[in-house]
């Protein structure tokens, strides 16, 4: 199945004293969906933004708001991102111990579910869960921080979840995050995925630099 290309831009790479309207320049310059990167200095050794954060976002855009968690014990805070504005939450199955009911939780509160799969982690660890899903996300970099290199092997990663979904039937949508520039743009696109986050790619250069760098991240 050809789906249109998204972009979701990470804001780990914005000017964070400036959120708000970073989240709307983004959003003006063509963005599809809003990545927002929470992190615990707990399961990643970086510290990022919480719930109270995501809701004072929310106003700035309606586009949707995808809360990649990386924090343990995650269960415990599924509610409050969902009533913060999430849209798609997106969880490690390294974050807590039954990942299958943390799927159907996220899903219970409306909310659209993801599970990533880190650097380390099989594609083989969807067996039980691609039936419940509605995303799929391949670290193409170990998860804490943006700015890193893109581990070239994880497109065969891609790949083999491209053929999973496939052969599922369901719509799922399979992203990749970390690393992701004009160069490894294309290869992801061609090993199969369809929802590119992009954090430095897209935010440098400044607001007056989004919509050329998110248009060209797309492919065109
Ligand atoms: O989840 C993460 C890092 O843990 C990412 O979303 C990064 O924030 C992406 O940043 P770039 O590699 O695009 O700079
Ligand atoms: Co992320």
């Not at 972009?7 to 000017?15: C, E, F, T, V």
Request: aromatic share 4%; glycine share 10%; hydrophobic share 45%.
């Amino acid at each position: 199945m050809t789906r249109p290309i998204l972009i979701s831009p990470s804001i780990l790479s914005a000017d964070f004293a400036r959120l708000g309207e970073e989240v709307r320049a983004i959003d003006e310059a063509g963005c599809d969906w809003i990545h927002i990167d929470v992190m615990d200095g707990h399961f990643v050794p970086n510290i990022t933004i919480g719930p109270a954060v995501v809701k004072a976002l929310r106003p700035h855009s309606q586009k949707p708001f995808d809360v990649h968690l990386m924090i343990s014990p995650v269960d415990q805070y599924l509610d409050a991102f969902a009533q913060a504005g999430a849209d798609i939450i997106t969880v490690h199955p390294e974050a807590g111990p039954h990942i299958h009911r943390t799927v159907q939780h996220i899903k219970s509160l409306g909310v659209k579910a993801g599970v990533v799969l880190n650097p380390g982690t099989p594609a083989k660890m969807l067996d039980y869960l691609i039936d419940d899903v509605d995303l799929i996300l391949v670290m193409s970099v170990n998860p804490g921080f943006g700015g890193q290199s893109f581990i070239e092997n994880q497109l065969r990663k891609i790949e083999a979840c491209a053929k999973m979904i496939e052969k599922s039937g369901r719509d799922i949508r399979l992203q990749v995050d970390g690393g992701i520039d004009l160069n490894t743009a294309p290869r992801a696109i061609a090993a199969g995925a369809d929802v590119l986050v992009a954090g430095t790619a897209t935010f440098r250069g400044g607001p007056s630099a989004y919509a050329d760098n998110i248009r060209q991240l797309r492919g065109g």
